[in-house]
């Protein structure tokens, strides 16, 4: 469903640092789960994608991890740089069906 | 490689006008079509989904409607717009690989 507030969550990190943003998912049925890169006024950007049966996938500076028991996703970036100041979106794929449902978002601010 | 076109890229309607914003894909057959809303400051709402021509599925009650009228081309419209349909309005597709790609989004304001 739609995400709650006007107000985006923020996370400000110092160039250079690492970055983690958390996500709750909300359905037990969820077996698929992307993050994605949102840039003011465009598209979200795919970023890291993991399936149910992974703990952990890593990619160029970005890891996702997976806590299924606790219903929980992370996205860590690491060596955060301006570039990766963007609002992300972790999204869950309910199995059997083509929904992606979207978390509220989390805004990163890098700062220089 | 596959591309997804939507526009226009922004609109400016008066209240009671009628909407229609098209959203085509290419390189791929049979996708997996989405629209979604998407309030400022906020996340993402699905509002319709569709696996093929002229299968819909709604997934709120609201002011809009979706139709499938090719394999490819996916169209939200709208009779009558209003205050409340403003926003970024955002088309997504996939295939067999699960992976969501969304289009660059129309942004609609309704004055």
């Known amino acids: 469903g739609e995400s709650v507030g006007l107000h985006l969550p923020t996370l400000s990190v110092q160039e250079g640092d690492n970055s983690i943003i958390n996500c709750a998912y909300s359905n037990s049925a969820s077996d698929y789960f992307i993050w994605y890169k949102q840039e003011s006024g465009k598209g979200p950007q795919f970023i890291i994608d993991i399936r149910s049966n992974m703990g952990k996938r890593q990619g160029q500076r970005v890891t996702v991890l997976l806590n299924k028991t606790v219903k929980h996703l992370s996205l860590q970036i690491a060596a955060t740089q301006p570039g990766d100041s963007a609002v992300y979106f972790c999204a869950e794929n309910i199995s059997g069906t083509y929904k992606y449902i979207f978390g509220t978002g989390t805004r990163l601010k890098v700062l220089a | 490689s596959q591309t997804i076109h939507q526009w226009p890229a922004t609109l400016v309607q008066p209240v009671g006008s009628p909407l229609s914003l098209e959203c085509t894909v290419e390189?791929?057959?049979?996708?997996?079509l989405y629209w979604y809303r998407q309030a400022a400051g906020r996340g993402l709402q699905l509002l319709f989904y569709s696996v093929g021509i002229g299968q819909i599925s709604s997934e709120v009650p609201q002011n809009l409607s979706a139709s499938r009228p090719q394999d490819r081309q996916f169209i939200l419209s709208s009779k009558k717009l209003l205050l409340s349909d403003s926003g970024f309005y955002l088309c997504a597709w996939c295939s067999g690989a699960l992976r969501a790609f969304f289009g660059q989004g129309t942004r609609l304001t309704v004055v």
């Open positions: 390189g791929t057959s049979n996708p997996n």
